[in-house]
């Protein structure tokens, strides 16, 4: 009588495999578990055998059994590979920068399973000197993400950051703004220059860059010299493609669906842009706004600057998030309606409108209360 005959590779790797019932859910059914071999399967049964005597050795002792070490590092890709398809492009690549630039170099090829709570409590510390706080939230989000998948799939017993405290000592520094003079004096120069306009919307009505960069003729109407804000234009990393693209999107929240009332001057040079993107590109579709900031915002804050100089008049170059900043200042300074400028601003929350834009500018609280 022959041998007999070798059984095929069940599994389309070309791996044996067994499956073996480990243990029961908290409900009583079998948990199950699949065990490979490149050499027979016998020897995955082998294995589960092994993996069962262990387990039970471990759970004797009040020790947590984790056959298969895994660091850090590998447990995060494996985090990050799992949410990929369920998340955004944008939402991705916050993860993937925060994984990759701030937590896996600190706890790098550290074993998932030996990593305590104090670990990420003193990781939370250290970094606490010159990280704001919503930045360490987001770092302790992506950490939990981490943990709850390394649990669940048995990489280790609890999830060691659920009660780390988050403090910063860090000092954001407020963001600049334009006195009302300053002000002015920016947008008289905005129109005489060719980038003027872009600069116009977001000092004087308060748009946000993205939104100005996505308008097009018709989100204005020219009748009634409204603008309708209804997009956004973003530079966004393809999560596939490792590609940056510019991608025309929703506004940040739904108070930012809003239509703005502007003058009749506004309307007027809006109306004249040549092309259906108020702001395109030299092929005349969405502009990049890190290109457009590059190129034409700083353009025209340095011919700003110099215009000014030689008058002897020093005007600071801000960003363009800080003329959306001073144009809320100046408005909650000067004890305009907070309704009307949430509205224009595409804000919800007044009391976070108040503690955000109004400075403690004396002068103004003198002029507003006749002091």
């Known amino acids: 009588m022959g041998r007999p005959k070798k059984e095929k590779p069940t599994h389309s790797s070309g791996m044996y495999v067994y499956k073996a019932t480990i243990g029961h859910n908290f409900d009583g059914t079998p948990k199950r578990k699949a065990f490979y071999s490149s050499t027979s399967k016998e020897d995955a049964k082998t294995k589960a055998n092994q993996y069962i005597i262990d387990k039970e050795a471990a759970e004797r002792t009040g020790k947590f059994y984790n056959p298969n070490q895994i660091t850090f590092k590998k447990a995060a890709q494996k985090w990050l590979e799992s949410v990929k398809p369920t998340l955004s492009d944008s939402a991705f690549n916050n993860y993937e920068v925060a994984v990759r630039l701030h937590l896996a170099p600190f706890f790098n090829n550290a074993l998932i399973i030996n990593i305590k709570p104090i670990d990420v409590q003193n990781y939370f510390n250290e970094i606490s000197k010159d990280t704001p706080l919503e930045t360490m939230k987001k770092y302790k989000n992506c950490l939990n993400g981490i943990f709850k998948m390394a649990v669940d799939n048995d990489y280790c017993a609890k999830n060691p950051c659920e009660n780390v405290k988050l403090v910063s000592q ?133 011919d700003m600057q110099i215009h000014y100089k030689k008058q002897g008049i020093d005007i600071p170059i801000l960003n363009p998030h800080e003329l959306r900043h001073t144009r809320a200042t100046l408005w909650v300074n000067s004890g305009k309606n907070l309704f009307a400028i949430a509205a224009v601003l595409g804000h919800s929350d007044l009391k976070m409108l108040q503690q955000r834009y109004a400075h403690k500018d004396t002068d103004s609280l003198r002029n507003l209360l006749d002091l």
């Open 170 to 302: 860090c000092d954001t520094g407020e963001k600049q703004t334009y006195t009302a003079e300053q002000s002015q004096l920016v947008s008289d120069y905005a129109r005489t220059h060719k980038d003027g306009l872009a600069v116009i919307l977001m000092l004087e009505y308060g748009i946000r860059k993205g939104e100005v960069l996505a308008l097009r003729k018709e989100d204005i109407d020219f009748s009634e010299n409204v603008i309708h804000i209804k997009h956004s234009v973003a530079d966004i990393k393809n999560k596939n493609t490792g590609k940056v693209e510019v991608i025309l999107k929703p506004p940040k929240n739904k108070q930012s669906y809003r239509d703005i009332p502007i003058t009749v001057e506004i309307t007027k040079m809006l109306e004249a842009a040549k092309t259906d993107y108020i702001f395109a590109n030299t092929k005349g579709g969405l502009y990049s706004p890190h290109n457009w900031t590059n190129r034409n915002f700083k353009r025209f804050m340095n």
